[in-house]
């Protein structure tokens, strides 16, 4: 692979949307640490280690700490000048200015898999960072600074956009930017924003980086409608809670794709737990932020552990997702599926059209798993399936059809591909049931959910050549899917009649 093809390579998984630099002076008596999780939790995307007066075991223990806390939350650590403490501590990068080690040194000592960025102010000095290695650069100060004494005069948006327009990597616009001006930096060839002070000294540092988060998320919106782009930066959002508080999903799931599930839990970035003896299920749910209840490979004693899950669920108040996989296949599958309904509150229900259709009585047609035919509207199957079991009905085809009842949603992402694999529809189960963890509302978060699995589709598609190389690329980019990229390629949209395509008689793996 070329250098330039690496750069490429490393670039796209690399989201620069909100780089946070840390300042202890800034920080007062709290924990740099806690001031940085709450970064990370307001929506960061890149941290950088930058203590200028640290000796060399002070960095190290401050990197290490740091990595605690951003590693589990895939975000990268990247060391400000320091190649000798970012090797030290198996840092994810270096960042180094103009007065400091040379940045094609700086790429040689690194090796070519770790980040590097540079500081430029001019376009000379952002070419010469190119050639020698960089992976993105830090322009500015845009806006002048006072956490920088040497800092020369603002290079402003002209000169922010002359450096971005020069250059084929990442740029990221630095100097006193605030939620108010993030806007006009992305607008100037910016792809992300970095401060200090606006976060670092901020008294709620998670609220600030959330509305920095959003400035640069709404500029980057650019022409989409406005619903679109709203459900893009939730989504995102959402996909951000969930990396960094992990939440444990309880499954109670069928045999077949009990694996493929637990993977994809992980991917997402919760935590699977697959328990389904009666004797501890209550137990397990204690310690879960969600619970899936999927009765797919079926027996007496698993709807008995799904019935004392689900009420232990209802009482803790964490959301039930419901798989009435084959439902409308085989009587047993159709009352077990209508009892859970009964029985429990559920949160979210994700079926095919034949399942939901068999559930509702209005029609629908399954064969072994598979749905072979159901209702020709399912904008209104929905709504009015959601009103009978209060909560929200999804049903998963080429287009998804969500509804509360009141509020009905069309998720326009997918590919045609899951239809070749087994148990996507489930996998697309455990997808909704990592976002209600962290959501606070169900028709949100299902769709949110359903947005991110289909559009991970989607990018795999493009580097795969049949069903087993697809499921790879599926994997993958469901794990390396950023929240900036996911914001961008989510298409949501909310619908008063039945605007959705007719056909969707397709197997269970078709739930997208």
């Known amino acids: ?255 077949v794709v009990m694996n493929d599930t637990a993977n994809v839990t992980l991917h997402v970035g919760a935590l699977p737990v697959m328990a389904h003896a009666t004797e501890e299920v209550a137990e397990m749910v204690q310690l879960a932020s969600a619970l899936v209840l999927n009765p797919g490979t079926l027996t007496p004693s698993w709807v008995d552990a799904m019935l004392i899950a689900g009420r232990t669920a209802n009482a803790r108040g964490i959301p039930v997702v419901l798989d009435p996989v084959g439902a409308g296949a085989t009587t047993l599958r159709t009352r077990t599926n209508l009892r859970l309904l009964q029985e429990l509150d559920i949160a979210i229900i994700r079926g095919n059209a034949g399942e939901i259709g068999a559930l509702t009585g209005v029609g629908g047609e399954v064969k072994g798993v598979e749905s072979v035919g159901g209702p020709a509207d399912r904008v209104q199957v929905a709504r009015d399936a959601a009103r009978a079991w209060r909560c929200v009905v999804a049903i998963t085809g080429r287009q998804d059809v969500l509804s509360d009842g009141r509020r009905t949603l069309v998720v326009d992402n997918g590919h045609p591909w899951l239809t070749t694999l087994t148990g996507t529809g489930c996998m697309a189960t455990t997808v909704i049931a990592a976002f209600a963890a962290v959501a606070d509302d169900p028709l949100v978060a299902a769709a949110c959910a359903l947005a991110y699995y289909g559009y991970a589709a989607q990018c795999a598609a493009t580097h795969a050549h049949g069903p087993a190389s697809f499921k790879s690329a599926f994997f993958d980019t469901l794990f390396r899917l950023t929240p900036t990229e996911l914001a961008k390629g989510v298409r949501v949209r909310e619908v008063e009649k039945d605007d959705v395509t007719g056909e969707d008689d397709k197997p269970e793996g078709g739930s997208k």
């Open 1 to 255: 692979m070329s250098r330039e093809e690496e750069v490429v390579m490393r670039c796209r998984s690399l989201d620069l949307s909100v780089y946070v630099i840390t300042d202890r002076h800034l920080v007062g008596e709290r924990s740099l640490v806690d001031v940085v999780r709450a970064a990370i939790q307001g929506g960061a995307t890149v941290i950088q280690l930058r203590e200028k007066m640290a000796s060399t075991r002070e960095m190290i223990e401050l990197g290490r700490a740091l990595l605690t806390v951003t590693r589990p939350a895939r975000v990268p650590l990247i060391v400000n000048d320091r190649v000798d403490v970012a090797l030290a501590i198996d840092a994810d990068g270096v960042h180094v200015g103009q007065t400091d080690m040379p940045a094609a040194v700086a790429r040689r000592m690194l090796g070519p898999d770790r980040i590097l960025g540079v500081s430029a102010e001019t376009v000379d000095q952002a070419r010469a960072a190119e050639r020698d290695g960089a992976d993105y650069l830090g322009v500015g100060d845009v806006y002048g600074t006072t956490t920088k004494p040497d800092a020369g005069p603002p290079i402003g948006l002209k000169g922010l956009q002359e450096v971005a327009a020069a250059v084929s990597i990442p740029v990221v616009g630095i100097g006193g930017i605030t939620p108010e001006n993030a806007a006009a930096v992305i607008k100037a060839g910016a792809v992300g924003v970095a401060v200090v002070s606006a976060v670092m000294a901020a008294a709620d540092p998670e609220t600030a980086t959330r509305r920095l988060a959003r400035a640069v998320e709404q500029a980057r919106a650019g022409g989409r409608p406005a619903r679109e782009s709203n459900f893009g930066i939730m989504a995102g959002e959402l996909l951000r809670r969930i990396r960094t508080t992990r939440p444990l999903i309880h499954h109670i799931t069928n045999m």
